[in-house]
């Protein structure tokens, strides 16, 4: 088995397929290297959660005090050499302080009566999709799991604390105009590939390096479509599995050097067509996840995602009836209160159909 229990018996039902380890509370904590093996569709959630570990305050709210300037006493902002039997040239932080709410995201499932008997008959493991599970129990976890997952992803990207105070808030919230400093706005301008460029220098003439792009598939596909017209005389597109030109790409080169294109479905697109050509219009998102060594976007836990035996009705000295619930607590960090973020808004991709439908 893949769990350990303390404390008092419990009902062991995390098998294998879940390794994880039961507390005395009974909260069951499932491994981040059990949970990189479930396809959970939370791909934003997914790149922030590979880019380092956990982070778990036990603080009910995360307070940072962020450097909103620092210079060396010389002003030149580069200088670290001095005086050999001398002192290090000082230096001189200015701070704000904020303050994030946590919030808890979950899901919960029952499995009713005689599910739970029979299909936690030995050696008759059910199978979905070709995918067995030893028991209900097992499927039920990794369902809310997933579940749980995704709701974290949505708010992550489409969060709003303002229509709904459970939520954090989420990019498209955060990295507005009034918070970013580098928000534009495209006004409906069709997405090319200068576009994308011109952001990335702007970024860089301030000091500060996106680390990669975020947005729809529909974005994604008009960015690789934009470099790909680009690359008819040079090659600027890389996907890491030196596929053709052309097919997809997984990262692009810029100003930046190559930067990964994370694409999510839930961020926000609109659509407008007819039956011979369409337009999608949508943003993009400049994600700068470290600035100057830190990490400073990313998810910080007060309980982890854990699943939770919420209740079990006995009969005939088994149970043959149980709830479970997935539940989390954290917030989505920030460390410069959003202002290295960047977004270009009211990007524009269209295409003409170059078919006929049936009946035309």
Same mark, same amino acid.
């Given at each position: ?19 994880? $380890? ?160 580098? $928000? ?106 470290? $600035? ?69």
């Amino acid at each position: 088995m893949g769990w350990q229990h303390f404390g008092k018996a419990v009902d062991p039902t995390i098998v294998e397929g879940i390794s994880a $380890y039961v507390d005395v509370d009974y909260r069951v904590v499932i491994e981040p290297e059990v949970m990189a093996q479930i396809r959970l569709d939370a791909p934003i959630y997914e790149r922030l959660m590979s880019l380092g570990p956990n982070v778990i305050r036990a603080d009910k709210a995360a307070i940072f005090a962020v450097l909103t300037s620092a210079d060396f006493s010389t002003g030149t902002g580069r200088k670290a050499s001095f005086t050999v039997g001398g002192d290090p040239n000082s230096i001189n932080p200015q701070r704000s302080t904020y303050a994030l709410a946590k919030k808890s995201y979950g899901a919960s499932g029952g499995i009713k009566d005689v599910d739970i008997i029979a299909s936690a008959v030995p050696g008759a493991p059910i199978t979905i999709n070709n995918e067995q599970f030893t028991n209900d129990a097992e499927r039920l976890i990794r369902l809310l799991t997933i579940r749980t997952v995704q709701g974290i992803d949505y708010g992550m990207i489409k969060g709003n604390s303002t229509t709904d105070t459970d939520d954090f808030d989420g990019l498209e919230i955060k990295v507005t105009s009034s918070n970013s400093g580098f $928000y534009r706005d495209a006004d409906g301008d069709t997405l090319v590939t200068g576009m994308v460029d011109e952001h990335v220098v702007w970024m860089m003439s301030k000091g500060v390096y996106p680390t990669a792009i975020y947005c729809n598939p529909i974005m994604h596909a008009g960015i690789v479509s934009a470099y790909q017209d680009r690359a008819r005389a040079q090659i600027v597109i890389n996907d890491g599995e030196n596929r053709a030109l052309g097919l997809w790409a997984s990262s692009i080169i810029t100003p930046a050097g190559e930067l990964p294109i994370v694409s999510d479905p839930r961020f926000t697109v609109t659509s407008t067509g007819d039956s011979g050509a369409y337009s999608v219009q949508g943003d993009v998102f400049f994600a700068v996840e470290f $600035y100057a060594g830190e990490r400073i976007l990313y998810p910080e836990w007060q309980i982890p995602i854990s699943a939770i035996n919420l209740a079990k009705v006995m009969g005939r000295g088994r149970a043959t009836s149980t709830e479970f619930a997935v539940w989390s607590h954290l917030t989505l960090v920030e460390r410069t209160n959003w202002w290295a973020q960047g977004r270009l808004a009211n990007v524009v991709v269209s295409a003409t159909r170059e078919w006929t439908a049936a009946g035309e």
